[in-house]
């Protein structure tokens, strides 16, 4: 588990770095699509990102601001199957997990997906029309993290055994309780 918390926030720091350039992913999105003369169309799929990145995008920039939003979403796909591996799960991380899988779908449409607060990754778009361009592609990364930090959360919380319990009679041992660092000052009978 520990493992796959320090992948995350590996991730969610590789996140950070990509979100302080989004206005650049933007532009070089804007710079594929007039490439690929694919302007009314909004950018829907991972796959077609991927496209125009092999395809039409002919500026170093654009090439690594593209290649680092592909990048972080191969590794949450691969923590996904991580995640599958390491914990069996219940129906709620399943579901959490197999949503994320859905999202991280190469041709998945991502066109109706939009963050929500605290997330304004949205709200940074310049014009309506940018919105409804590119604002799924620009939700996808923060609602993944979102349900994988979820999926932790949940997992530590209801899946892993409590370490004060015994195992054998569900015994929850007074010993191994939170006790005071310090005993108070006053008189103390013992």
């Not at 041709?107 to 990754?121: C, G, K, M, Q, W």
């Not at 919380?157 to 370490?163: A, R």
Request: proline fraction near 5%.
């Amino acid at each position: 588990m520990n493992e796959v918390e320090e992948t995350l926030t590996r991730i969610e720091q590789n996140y950070r770095l990509f979100q302080q350039q989004q206005f650049s992913f933007i532009r070089a999105l804007e710079h594929t699509r007039k490439e690929a003369h694919d302007i009314l169309r909004p950018v829907s799929s991972i796959i077609q990102v991927q496209c125009y990145k092999d395809h039409h995008c002919y500026n170093a920039t654009d090439r690594r601001i593209l290649n680092m939003f592909l990048s972080i979403c191969k590794d949450l796909r691969n923590l996904c199957h991580k995640m599958e591996t390491v914990h069996p799960g219940d129906s709620v991380t399943n579901g959490l997990l197999e949503k994320c899988k859905v999202l991280l779908n190469d041709s998945n449409d991502l066109t109706a997906i939009r963050a929500t607060y605290p997330h304004a990754v949205v709200n940074y778009l310049s014009l309506e029309e940018a919105r409804h361009r590119y604002g799924g592609v620009v939700s996808l990364l923060p609602i993944v993290l979102d349900n994988l930090w979820e999926w932790v959360t949940y997992s530590k919380k209801n899946l892993l055994p409590d370490e004060r319990k015994c195992q054998h009679c569900k015994y929850e041992d007074p010993r191994l309780k939170n006790k005071p660092p310090w005993i108070p000052p006053g008189r103390n009978f013992y």
